[in-house]
């Protein structure tokens, strides 16, 4: 029992961690050491495992994929899902700025922390880092984000979200920021139980995830330092989009109203701009003394 409940309080690091853009769910995991079993968990889900199930095997079926594991730290993230999103939903009503200068240390100091863990650098991993650049800028200044509820948009974002969440030094929520579906999904859809909103990307979650974890190891194997590096180069180009400052650009289309763009200022020299600063440098704090524990893990 003392193992499940271990198992469930770190789920919820895990999942307080996917919650919040720039910090990575797969770094908690690997800091308290369920990273590994978490993968070799989601991969037993293969035909063995369905040869199981229609074996009638259920207790086979439950030791081959590890389930009592994942059940514990599943709902260990679920809880920390539910409960973190509902203070974000007031810190972007209250205190938007604040909120924003914290995720942006998180994701700055996460650009260093990514990119070092490139092993050898040569023109491969130069041009994967100015494409994910060149691509992320396109995406934040040529045509940015925007929310999007359409059915097969949120099943990707589910697909794509989740299996950031398992790589770790990039956040899951972070995607979600980039994709323009963030607030929908992890505050509003999460706080209001929206399940027209939460069952797509949690199908689109569940396929990615299964797919992802096969296709891991064999990407990190064959060109782990190119994905790296367009990775680190696409955080970089993202910048923009968790910039605090900045006013959105609304566009009206008859009745409905579409964020089209972002109006960039320079802040005043004022206490909200210290604030911020300081709440920028607790962030970025956050990341260092996460990554370290991590090192010494």
């Avoid at 229609?54 to 539910?82: M, N, Q, R």
């Avoid at 396109?138 to 097969?152: D, H, K, M």
């Amino acid at each position: 029992m003392n193992q499940y409940i271990a198992n469930f309080l770190k789920g919820i690091g895990v999942g307080s961690a996917n919650v919040i853009p720039g910090v990575s769910g797969g770094t908690i995991a690997l800091i308290t050491g369920i990273f590994e079993r978490l993968i070799d968990a989601f991969k037993s889900f293969n035909l063995t495992a369905l040869k199981l199930i229609f074996k009638g095997d259920i207790k086979g079926f439950i030791k081959h994929t590890d389930l009592w594991f994942l059940v514990s730290v599943g709902c260990g993230v679920l809880v920390a899902i539910l409960s973190v999103a509902r203070l974000f939903e007031f810190m972007f009503a209250e205190y938007p700025i604040y909120l924003w200068s914290f995720f942006f240390g998180m994701i700055l100091v996460s650009i260093y922390y990514v990119g070092i863990t490139i092993e050898k650098i040569n023109w491969k991993v130069i041009l994967g880092f100015v494409i994910g650049t060149a691509i992320a800028l396109f995406i934040a200044f040529g045509t940015p984000a925007q929310e999007n509820s359409n059915l097969i948009y949120l099943i990707i974002c589910g697909a794509v979200a989740t299996c950031s969440m398992i790589l770790p030094g990039l956040s899951g929520s972070f995607v979600l920021v980039l994709m323009g579906n963030y607030q929908l999904i992890m505050i509003d859809a999460v706080n209001d139980l929206n399940l027209k909103i939460l069952l797509p990307v949690v199908l689109g979650g569940v396929v990615g995830l299964l797919a992802f974890s096969h296709l891991l190891s064999w990407i990190f194997k064959n060109y782990r330092d190119i994905t790296i590096a367009v990775l680190t180069g696409f955080i970089l180009g993202s910048m923009p989009i968790i910039y605090p400052w900045k006013n959105e650009i609304i566009t009206y289309y008859g009745s409905e109203t579409k964020v089209t763009g972002y109006d960039y200022y320079f802040p005043e020299m004022n206490i909200e701009f210290a604030i911020a600063l300081v709440v920028m440098l607790i962030g970025a704090g956050i990341i260092i003394l996460t990554e370290k524990m991590a090192k010494n893990k």
